[in-house]
């Protein structure tokens, strides 16, 4: 089992350095919508854009397109497009597989530790 160093320890008046790789996947993950994006798909084998949108009805049919984008970028959605009814359907890559057990976790611990308003 690997340790992480999430950062060095924390002293008054000298910066602290967080792991570079774990940032850019936090601000990445923690991006508004991302993480529950990536959570309805992952409940889910595939799901239309409508789909999507009904299960994320709290953030605009704009953001979730740019949101999209940005995931099949990272390569952990693909994107499928059917010619005819110009259906488009998105799925969890691999990548975006490997990312169940994290989903799962924070679920959990959502459950166990609820945060309030």
């Known amino acids: 089992m690997t340790t992480h160093v999430f950062a060095t320890n924390v002293v008054a008046d000298e910066p602290c350095q967080i792991c ?12 508004k ?5 990536l959570s ?5 084998e595939s799901l239309r854009f409508k ?9 605009s ?3 979730l397109v740019e949101r999209l984008k940005e995931l099949e970028s990272a390569g952990l959605i693909d994107r499928f497009s059917e010619s005819e009814g110009h259906q488009v359907t998105y799925k969890l890559t691999e990548k975006g597989k490997a990312l169940l057990p994290v989903m799962d976790a924070v679920h959990d611990w959502a459950d166990q530790w609820e ?3």
Do not use: Q
Request: aromatic letters at 10%.
């Open 115 to 117: 945060l309030s308003n």
């Open 40 to 44: 309805v798909l992952c409940e889910n």
């Open 20 to 31: 570079p790789r774990f940032e850019r996947t936090f601000e990445f993950l923690g991006k």
């Open 51 to 59: 789909d999507l949108a009904k299960a994320i009805s709290r953030c």
């Open 33 to 37: 919508w991302n993480g529950l994006i």
């Open 61 to 63: 049919d704009r953001v």
